[in-house]
Each structure stands twice: as C-alpha cells, then as structure tokens.
C-alpha cells in the first residue's frame, strides 16, 4: 500500500509562487508515475500534471503548462509542483497521485490519492 501526504499548500497573492511536495510512505514508488489533480470549489477534479518515473516524461494541461512544472526526486520518494504566476483561478484543493503511466492522469484512472491541500490565490 502507498500513502501519499502533500505539503506546502497555503495562501500567496496573484503573480506569486508556491512549490508543492508530495511524499510517498508504506512503500517505495517503483515505477509508478506520479501526478497533481486539483479540485476548485463547485468544479470537478482536474488533472494539471504528471511525470513518468525514469527518463521524466511529463504531461500537463493546458491551464497550467507554462506557469507549473512537476518533478520528482526517486531517492526521496517525493514528487513536486512548482507553481509560479498564480491567478486567483488556480485556487483549488490539489492533490498527489500514483499510478502506472502518465497516460492514467490524463483520463483519472490512477492508483492511489493524497488527502490534498490546499492552495488559494488572492487578486
């Protein structure tokens, strides 16, 4: 079994930064890709981005490509999204994933969720 715990959530004003992480404990990752959804108040959950485990290929939506990078540290077992010109439209509860490829994240078929955290942006 894998647990996935995110930090690093928080408040930041428009235009500014924050750099989430996502650590994994019960097990190592193996292979698994690891991914961020997030989940806006009276929206659905959104995939943003995800990251292959070796030779990092990544995926992300179009809302956030640009502005958001994911990466990953193997030998920590963690996983992170750098977030940089925030708007107040990214403010939403974000979540970590696993699953077996980064295609998985792109139609919400992944393996295993964090509990979330939360992210808000002020104009």
């Known amino acids: 079994q894998v647990q996935l715990v995110e930090s690093g959530g928080g408040w930041v004003q428009a235009g500014g930064s924050l750099r989430l992480s996502c650590a994994s404990s019960?097990?190592?990752?193996?292979?698994?890709?690891m991914g961020w959804f997030r989940q806006a108040p009276g929206k659905e959950r959104e995939f943003i981005a995800a990251i292959s485990w070796s030779s990092p290929f990544t995926r992300y939506s179009d809302s956030v490509k640009g502005r958001f990078t994911i990466s990953r540290d193997n030998a920590k077992n963690t996983v992170y999204l750098q977030m940089n010109s925030l708007n107040p439209e990214d403010t939403a509860i974000y979540y970590c994933a696993a699953a077996p490829n980064t295609f998985a994240f792109t139609t919400g078929k992944v393996d295993y969720w964090g509990q979330g955290t939360q992210v808000a942006v002020s104009a």
């Open positions: 019960g097990r190592t990752l193996g292979n698994l890709a």
